[in-house]
């Protein structure tokens, strides 16, 4: 049972790419390059983005120090909290402008991965990524999805995306 819920888990996190990558194609969805960037390369556009920049590299930096894996993994999420910040604030700002699909499958995805956790070997390295992934993840799909009901129906459908 373990196995098929991070099989399942690990799929559905895959498929909420596809959705986004698709929305950017299109013009649709607008990610906000740092939090994109510091989870691949490099990339600041606003003051906010420049800051949690800053964060994820001090972060990233203070890997090197420390040898501990369990201590690695904590900062690896913290990097990836900072990298987040901006991707929340727009989904606030500019609902419409993030893929509420991405952000609620790889939501699941994390549930999926913290039931697997919670039904073998509970660790705290164990359950540090999967609970970040759920609650992160699914404040922004929340966010995204509270910002685009307050648009009117005609507003939705603009932007290519059904609430």
Known sequence: MISALVTIGALVSAAASIPYILAVIRGTVRPRLVS????????????LDILCLVGAAMGIASLVVFKNPLIALGVSVAVDIVAFIPTLVHAWVSPHEESLACFALSATGGIL??????????????????????????VAALLILSGRTKLLPWQQQRYGEEV
């Open 36 to 47: 994109w960037t510091v989870w691949a390369v490099l990339a600041g556009v606003s003051r």
């Open 113 to 138: 991965a913290v039931m697997a956790v919670v039904m073998g070997d509970i660790s705290l390295a164990a359950l540090l990524y999967p609970v970040y992934s759920m609650i992160f993840n699914g």
